[in-house]
């Protein structure tokens, strides 16, 4: 069965974007950068929450225009070139998506992990990842803390998520300055 793996990033306060939804403080250095490389070749398809898609399709389309960074020249044609889950109740059509969930949440999520192939990777967002975890749905976290403090901005996870105890398997500090834990559930 395939698993799903959530892939995020968060302040050492626990938000995953600023007061203001800015998203312009985690550090790809070369590390981090390998290891988030590393996580998407176990995968064969990308998910994502309408509000992480939103800024997802707005710059990896064209990336390589815009960046020379390593990690987006290496990583902006494997996101062209995988398919692309968005669950979202109110997008209808996107040219990039290579399907849209509205409803059925859980049962849509367990058909796609019964499907062959590699495995499948949740990046960043909260309330997608509270409610797939709330139905027992994500197999593995993947938490890169970053070295700020950000003072507001939505959590981690989404208030309502419920109590999940987990299991610490490997944690490694990336550049010198970001720790990532990996967990699977308890």
């Given amino acids: 069965m395939r698993k799903i793996i959530f892939w995020v990033h968060t302040s050492v306060d626990g938000h995953i974007d600023g007061p203001n939804g800015e998203f312009d403080w985690p550090v790809m250095g070369e ?3 390998a290891y988030s490389e590393a996580l998407s070749e176990r995968c064969d ?3 994502y929450g309408r ?3 939103e800024g997802m399709v707005a710059f990896w389309p064209d990336a390589e225009s815009v960046s020379d960074h390593p990690h987006v020249l290496k990583f902006a044609p ?4 995988t398919p692309k889950i968005v669950f979202s109740t109110t997008l209808k059509d996107d040219d990039w ?3 849209i969930i509205g409803d059925n949440l859980a049962d849509q ?3 796609l992990k019964q499907q062959d192939g590699k495995h499948l990777l949740l990046t960043g967002g909260s309330g997608l990842a509270a409610a797939l975890t709330e139905h027992g749905l994500i197999d593995e976290y993947h938490v890169a803390v970053h070295p700020v403090v950000l003072g507001g901005g939505r959590p981690l996870f989404a208030q309502d998520a419920r109590r999940l105890g987990l299991r610490l398997v490997e944690s ?3 550049d010198g300055q970001v720790v990532v834990m990996r967990y699977e559930r308890a």
Avoid: I, K
């Avoid at 494997?78 to 070139?81: Q, T």
């Fill in 31 to 33: 590390e981090l950068s």
């Fill in 45 to 47: 398809t990308f998910l």
């Fill in 51 to 53: 509000g992480v898609w």
């Fill in 78 to 81: 494997r996101w062209r070139g």
């Fill in 97 to 99: 998506a290579a399907r």
């Fill in 109 to 111: 999520v367990t058909e």
């Fill in 172 to 174: 490694r500090t990336c």
